[in-house]
T-cell receptor, first 113, second 115 residues
């Protein structure tokens, strides 16, 4: 089954509104990372939150992690048209076979001017 | 400027051909990675290398090969054995070799199309 499942698959909002994207997972993790991808470009790292952390901020971004619910959310406040992109969560975990970073399928965010 | 350079940006492959995608980084990172992304999908790991002269298979290594002869270079060859190679390929690197605990820095990607 898909690890790091994201919800919603697509989100369309107006400039100035807040955007919330969610990520769920099934097995335990060491950390969870959020990345942004503009269409046809590489991914850019936004925030890494460790399993012993509950919330992190970076500018207009706020990430929360609830390990009891196995879920994380990314909140973008006061969105701008330039925030239009795909946002991916990536779950980091250690296995007996080595470390793994598994990407979800992403949320496509459209911010309308 | 420091970063990861992928080339070419666009590549067309005929049936039965091998093609090689270049990836160079000047970040002095130990680890390098190759991911494949299909339209509307997330990233899947093809190969990764934690140190020079060593690399491991990822989740979808069949039909691909890599080498890591230099720290800054990690080329990916898409062989004729890869039956569905049309995709967006992303090279990445990180300071440490752990896949799970490091920030991953990505190149701008290469589009490969089979014609």
């Amino acid at each position: 089954s898909q690890q790091g499942e994201e919800d919603p698959q697509a989100l369309s909002i107006q400039e100035g509104e807040n955007a919330t994207m969610n990520c769920s997972y099934k097995t335990s993790i060491n950390n969870l990372q959020w990345y942004r991808q503009n269409s046809g470009r590489g991914l850019v790292h936004l925030i890494l939150i460790r399993s012993n952390e509950r919330e992190k901020h970076s500018g207009r971004l706020r990430v929360t992690l609830d390990t009891s619910k196995k879920s994380s959310s990314l909140l973008i406040t006061a969105s701008r048209a330039a925030d239009t992109a795909s946002y991916f969560c990536a779950k980091g975990r250690e296995e007996t076979s080595g470390s793994r970073l598994t990407f979800g399928e992403g949320t496509q965010l459209t911010v309308n001017p | 400027d420091g970063g990861i350079t992928q080339s070419p940006k666009y590549l067309f492959r005929k049936e039965g051909q091998n093609v090689t995608l270049s990836c160079e980084q000047n970040l002095n990172h130990d680890a390098m990675y190759w991911y494949r992304q299909d339209p509307g999908q997330g990233l899947r790991l093809i190969y990764y290398s934690q140190i020079v002269n060593d690399f491991q298979k990822g989740d979808i290594a069949e039909g691909y090969s890599v080498s890591r002869e230099k720290k800054e270079s990690f080329p990916l060859t898409v062989t004729s054995a890869q039956k569905n190679p049309t995709a967006f390929y992303l090279c990445a690197s990180s300071i440490g070799g752990s896949l799970s605990g490091n920030t991953i820095y990505f190149g701008e990607g290469s589009w490969l199309t089979v014609v």
